[in-house]
């Protein structure tokens, strides 16, 4: 017979997992999370909520988003196999991963104009994973400048992600300002060269960057301003024309990423991998990190789901640099799976941004930490205790 007892609530703050405890002893007064805490239905309950741009911007894909279903069925079609009888009591999912101690493999992914979701933007973001001691990575084309990110985290770990301009002076001002402001790593996006063709974007005639939005690093900066003829204030058209004319730069090519290690000492990570040459590639370059991504579906119609990417890549990079991953990130259970993988930790993107649009930073404090929860009783109701005993035994393809 089935049994159909609850474990007393006594949560344990040792472990994530007590969250859940956390919540249910709430309401006994009454008390009901202010955001669900199904991480997948996030979706549909912010769209009523965010202007329809914001939405769009946020929630769209390239084409007609067949890689964002693809990342999703990805996940789908591996199975966790739980193991039974083992002391699952004291569980740590803490991580180092290239020299940043983080309490569990999960980092923010960088998500730009974050302003257009909530008015506090990167900074509501910056101070909830900070409360969690998560690292963030500040993306290039945020609403804040990165030394006011930086301010807002306090001694939480961040990492910079740099969208490599066509100015070289410009690249260099940022890695310096980022290395100034405590920034520990160096992510690379590699697959945004071009922006993709973005369906719900154009339907709308959307792109915040033409309203300046999201060129606060940019605006900030002296490399920038120096190319001005007038300041930006002045002629906020002449600013928006000369960010256009340096953001992208297709003719970037392996042969450039010397210019990279001239210019920043810390650890580097390329984003926007998925083909096992591309990372064996980037390890023989010297890069510390690859990052397996195909942008949250956002760039590619019809490219390979990340996580069908991912153990090819970590079949060729065979231990010799860090393997991270993003695209698709909904839940505890995804995240036990990415490192079943072979991800040394995975980006969470849109759940938070979409607590950001529903609770500020109450609401990504929220999400994340049902995140957290959910990966802390996964992994130990599978019967493991650590992220490092995860290996590809622990999941079936279905």
């Not at 914001?54 to 988003?65: D, K, L």
């Not at 072979?342 to 609401?363: I, N």
């Amino acid at each position: 017979m089935e049994h159909t007892g609850s474990p007393p609530l006594v949560p344990d703050q040792r472990h994530f997992g007590a969250y859940q405890y956390e919540i249910y002893l709430g309401g006994l007064s009454g008390q009901v999370p202010p955001i669900t805490t199904d991480l997948s239905a996030l979706a549909e309950i912010a769209r009523d909520r965010m202007e329809p741009t914001a939405y769009g911007y946020v929630a769209g894909g390239a084409g007609t988003g067949a890689t964002m279903r693809a990342n999703r069925a990805a996940f789908d079609r591996w199975r966790i196999v739980p193991r039974m009888l083992r002391d699952v009591t004291v569980r740590d999912l803490s991580r180092t991963v290239l020299g940043t101690r983080m309490p569990a493999p999960v980092l923010l992914a960088p998500v730009g104009v974050l302003s257009v979701v909530h008015p506090e933007g990167e900074l509501a973001v910056a101070r909830a994973a900070a409360s969690l001691g998560l690292p963030l990575v500040h993306s290039t084309v945020a609403s804040y400048p990165m030394e006011e990110v930086a301010q807002a985290a306090g001694d939480a770990p961040r990492w910079y992600q740099l969208y490599w301009p066509r100015d070289r002076e410009v690249a260099v001002s940022f890695l310096e300002r980022a290395e100034r402001a405590g920034y520990e790593a160096l992510v690379v996006t590699l697959d945004t060269f071009l922006l993709a063709w973005r369906t719900r974007d154009l339907d709308q005639a959307y792109l915040p960057f033409l309203q300046r939005v999201g060129l606060a690093n940019y605006l900030a900066d002296p490399a920038f301003r120096a190319g001005l003829a007038k300041p930006a204030e002045e002629d906020p058209a002449a600013a928006v024309a000369h960010w256009a004319a340096m953001f992208a730069d297709p003719s970037k090519t392996w042969e450039d990423l010397p210019f990279l290690r001239e210019h920043w000492d810390g650890p580097i990570l390329l984003k926007g991998i998925l083909h096992p040459d591309d990372a064996r590639r980037a390890v023989d370059a010297g890069m510390d990190g690859v990052i397996v991504s195909n942008h949250g579906g956002r760039q590619v119609d019809g490219s390979i789901a990340a996580l069908d990417a991912l153990p090819g890549v970590a079949a060729a990079v065979d231990g010799r640099a860090a393997i991270l991953f993003d695209s698709g990130i909904r839940t505890g259970a995804d995240v036990v799976k990415a490192l079943a993988l072979g991800a040394d930790a995975v980006l969470v993107g849109r759940p938070y941004v979409y607590g950001l649009a529903l609770g500020g930073e109450e609401g990504v404090r929220h999400v994340l930490r049902c995140l957290l929860a959910e990966l802390d009783l996964t992994l130990a109701l599978s019967g493991h205790t650590t992220p490092d005993q995860l290996t590809p035994d622990a999941l079936v393809h279905a």
